[in-house]
Each structure stands twice: as C-alpha cells, then as structure tokens.
C-alpha cells in the first residue's frame, strides 16, 4: 500500500507539472507532426489492479485526471447544467426521418423509450421560432419563409427592413454553411421533416436498443473511420471472436500512429465512453405498472469499465474521455471572442433572460479559458505545410463520415443524443481550426469567415455537459463501488 502512495504522489507531481517529452520530426509511414511519450506508465499499470481507481496522467497531454475532476466537478458542471436548463439550450432542430446514406437494411427500434416525443410549434419560444438565421437585433428580424429542403440562396429569403450589408450577409452565411470548414454533416433547419425537440424530456439514457444493429454502428465507425487497417483487432469487438488485446497488437498500433490519429480515434472512443457511462448511469431498474424508476447499474457499469472484466481495456475508454474533455474544454476557450461581442444574443425573446444566459454563457467560457493545463491544438498538423493539410482534410471527412452513420442508428433517442454530440464535437473541431478567423472577428455586424449558426451553439454546449456530465457521474459510480467492495 506504501509503495502505491508513493508511486502515486510522484506521479502526480509530474503529470501536473511536466511538459511531456516531445519527439519532433516526421513518421514515414503515417506522417506525423510529432509524438508524445506519456509518463507515470508503472502507476498506469498497477492501477489497472483496483478498478474503481482512475487517476495520473493522460497522454498526449500535459495534464492529470485529478485536475480535471476537481476543475470539472466543482466548478464547471453546476454552471453548465443550469445554463443547458434555460431555453435557449433545451431545443434543439433535428431530423430523425433521414434515410441511412450506407445500408438499406437499418430498421426502427419498437421500444417505447426508443421513441422521441417533438415540440408543439406553440411550444416553442417566440424568439426561437422565428427561424432567424442570426442572433443580432437586426439580423432577427429576417421573415419566416416556408422553405423546403432546398434553402432559397436569393434575397427574397430576406425580410426588406433589413440594410444591405445584412443582406449580403445573409448571403454569405448562406454560402459558408457549405466551405470546407465544417467537421460534420449539419441538418438542413429548413426542410419539412426537421423538428424541435426538448431535451429536458428526452434526456439520454438506457433504452434497451442493443444487440447487432447498434453493435453494427459502433463498428462501422471504428473500423471504417479510425484509420485502422483489417489487420489489426479491435479489443472485445463484439461481432468477432475474441476478447482482450491480450498480445497488445491493437495498443502497439494505436501508440505507434502519428498524434493526430491517434488523437481522432482517443476522441471518438471518448465519446462512446460517455455515451456509455450515460446508459449506465440512467439505467431503468424497475419497470412496474405503478413505477418506472432509473439509476445507477453498477453491474453495467462494470462490465464495460471494470478493469479485470475488460481486462484492462476499461481504465483506457475512461482515460479517453478525460482525453475528449480537454478536445471540447479547449473549443470552448477558443470561442470566447464569438460570444463576447456586444452584438451577439442569445435569443429567445424574452430580453431578461437572454441577458443572464449571456453572462453565465460568459463566466463558462471565462473558467474554461482559466484551465491551466490546456489541450495544445497547435500540436496537431504543425508538420510540412501540404502533408499537414492532407491529414487534416483527411481528418475532417472521416468525422463528417462518422456524422452521417448517426443517421442509421435505428433508436430515435439515440439517433438524436448520437447527432447532437457528433455535432456538438464537429463545432468544437472547426473553433480549434479557425484560430485566425476567430482573433479577425469585426466587434459588430456579421464575418463571413467564420460564424456558428444557433443549432451550433446548441449542440457545442449540449455535448460538453454530456462530457461534463459523464466525469462528474465517475466519482459517482466510484463512490457506489465503494460501498458494495
């Protein structure tokens, strides 16, 4: 036990301290920028033995899990879940009726919490309703057109009130909708099969919808997007033979690509450990005719996590949301110029509130900004100018390719939760990546060089608390699995 707090206490001091060592230079094969060397490996493994324990440090990063939980837990998730309960955050525009771009044979999950209930028009804020393609004063007032799925590119979209240079860009917002700096594949708000729904009524949580149509999904994100080769076996991949990564084949691989593949895969299992520390966390446990109640599943919860269980493939999925948590922490330090011009509301029309959703949008975005061991984005793409771009465009269509499967999920509930946050992490990727456009930002009026649309923002916010959510749910079940040890 002695030589556990020892091995800890001075790990910690370096993982929150130390710059890991940063090996420069380029990787044949799979063209890097540059590698990092993660520390503290010995205390990684020994904790590995006692599975509620989760702390040292991440890799590919400069920072420890315990900084991001007591940063996370004490000061930024009471913030976020009362901003995602106003209005202006709770609605979100999807459509659930899109046709799976990749197989034809994806059907509808019959459970009835598979099911998403959609907003009543008069259900929704005046402000919100009104369609407004911008948050200003003068942009809201832009007319409600009833548009179908093929957005007018005309000024006749635009009420005549408004000047022309609003006008124009309005124009431009349309056309950059399209450029090549968006990460995900966005719904159209305009087409007819395209609803509000409240995600205070359909929150994420255990449906039932299991078994080889959602491990189909999961599979044709890792193993046609991560850039793995068929060679390589996924660790306890559900439709193959096999368990564990027992001869360490798929961890050799992943350590051995270059920093930014190995950051889109680190990101993507990120967000399927908080999905799935959701399910288990809201985890219906009794289904009478008189009661339906929902909790924490321990036993679910370890089977996907428990080190011995997942034979050491659990400790790894959770230190990837850490992983994803800065990715997200880190966009929404980024954005803070976006959001504090004068101009920009967050509009609902009701004046009162829109003003305290600003200032406690602000504060959050404040404490991000004041993390003091920040994901580096400069350290991704920063090799040789043509190669740098290849892998990120690269980079970038395989997540707006992983966006599209979201839309074969054949639960609703997850088909919704699912786009939310593949969105919601498309956004924070762009914020990254337009550090220039971001820093050029006129104080007042429109930029065509870079905007986030409503449905943007929503989804930015929303997936953060999802993460958010899913760090501060950890020192729950670790508390739970306490009590029953």
């Known amino acids: 036990m002695l030589t556990l707090v020892l091995l800890l206490f001075s790990c910690v001091l370096s993982a929150r301290c130390k710059q890991h060592q940063t090996l420069k230079g ?29 702390t040292g440090c991440l890799d590919d990063c400069t920072c420890d899990i315990e900084t991001i939980q007591d940063f996370n837990n004490k000061k930024l998730f009471p913030k976020i879940q009362e901003l995602l309960e106003s209005d ?34 008069n259900e929704i804020p005046a402000g919100i309703r009104s369609e407004s393609l911008k948050y200003t004063m003068e942009a809201n007032v832009i007319s409600q057109h009833d548009r179908d799925c093929e957005k007018a590119e005309k000024l006749g979209a635009v009420n005549n009130s408004l ?14 909708d399209d450029s090549t700096d968006n990460f995900c594949e966005v719904d159209d708000e305009h087409c007819p099969d395209a609803e509000y729904v409240d995600l205070l009524l359909n929150p994420e949580r255990y449906t039932g919808y299991k078994g080889p149509e959602a491990w189909k999904i999961w599979n044709s994100i890792y193993e046609e997007n991560c850039f793995k080769p068929n060679s390589i076996r996924r660790p306890f991949n559900p439709l193959l033979p096999g368990r564990g990564d027992e001869d360490g084949t798929f961890n050799s691989w ?13 990101a993507v299992s990120g967000l399927h450990t908080s999905i799935n520390i959701h399910l288990s966390a809201r985890y219906l446990l009794r289904d009478t005719w008189y009661e339906r109640k929902w909790g924490h599943n321990i036993t679910e919860f370890k089977q996907r996590f428990d080190a011995q269980i997942t034979n050491g493939e659990g400790p790894r999925r959770l ?6 948590y800065l990715i997200e922490l880190r966009a929404l330090a980024k954005v803070l110029p976006f959001f504090e011009r004068s101009t920009f509301q967050l509009y609902t029309g009701n004046n009162a509130q829109d003003t305290k959703n600003k200032k406690l949008l602000l504060e959050i975005l404040h404490l991000a900004k004041s993390f003091p061991f920040p994901f580096d984005e400069h350290s ?12 990120k465009e690269e980079f970038r269509l395989h997540f707006k390719n992983i966006s599209k499967i979201m839309d074969c999920v054949g639960c609703f509930k997850c088909r919704l939760w699912g786009k939310l946050q593949t969105q919601g992490l498309g956004t924070a990727l762009k914020i990254l990546f337009s550090e220039k456009q971001i820093k050029n930002l006129p104080e ?13 923002i929503v989804a930015l916010l929303n997936a953060f608390g999802r993460i958010s959510t899913s760090i501060q749910e950890l020192q729950n079940f670790t508390e739970l699995l306490e009590t029953v040890q």
Not at 27 to 50: A, G, H, P, W
């Open 88 to 121: 202006y955050f709770r609605y979100y525009k999807v459509n659930l009726k899109k046709p799976c771009p990749f197989w034809s044979d994806s059907s509808h999950c019959g459970l009835r919490d598979c099911a998403v209930q959609p907003c009543e028009p």
């Open 163 to 176: 000047s022309e240079e609003t006008k124009q860009a309005v124009l431009d917002w349309n056309r950059h």
């Open 380 to 391: 991704l793409f920063a090799g040789e100018t043509k190669e740098a771009e290849n892998l």
């Open 444 to 456: 007042s009026g429109p930029s065509q060089r870079f905007h986030l649309k409503r449905q943007d």
């Open 26 to 54: 380029q990787v044949d094969e799979q063209k890097c920028s540059y590698q990092r060397v993660c520390l503290c490996e010995d205390f990684y493994k020994l904790t590995n033995i006692f599975p509620t324990m989760l």
């Open 319 to 324: 230190r990837n949301l850490y992983f994803l």
């Open 254 to 266: 992943l350590q051995g690509l270059c920093l930014e593949k190995r950051s889109f895969y680190r």
